[in-house]
Nanobody, 121 residues
């Protein structure tokens, strides 16, 4: 089984920065798309940013120009650099990876446990 372990969340003032990390807990045969989602209280989970195996990225309009997603395939890790944070960015952030653990395995999507981000003065 695979676990995605997230870190980097916390409390930050408006205008501040945080960097989230998400790493697979074991060696992986192959990872396809990676992404970050967030869920604010009382709202549905939404896509924040995604990155393909080829490095193409896409962002929600609300974070374009402020957030940057990147990946390190040697470490099976995805990052989310968040700058110019706003109170409306407050949410629990979840990473997602579509991966195969071995050559014989099926492609499956996995979720991290979630890391809370609070933007407040």
């Amino acid at each position: 089984q695979v676990q995605l372990v997230e870190s980097g969340g916390g409390l930050v003032q408006p205008g501040g920065s945080l960097r989230l990390s998400c790493a697979a807990s074991r060696s992986i045969f192959s990872i396809d798309d990676m992404g970050w989602y967030r869920q604010a209280p009382g709202q549905q989970r939404e896509l924040v940013a995604g990155i393909t195996s080829g490095g193409s990225t896409n962002y929600a309009d609300s974070v374009q120009g402020r957030f940057t997603i990147s990946r390190d395939n040697t470490k099976n890790t995805v990052y989310l650099q968040m700058n110019s944070l706003k109170p409306e960015d407050t949410a629990v952030y979840y990473c997602n990876m579509r991966l195969k653990i071995a050559t014989w395995a099926q492609w499956r999507g996995y979720w991290g446990q979630g890391t809370p981000v609070t933007v407040s003065s």
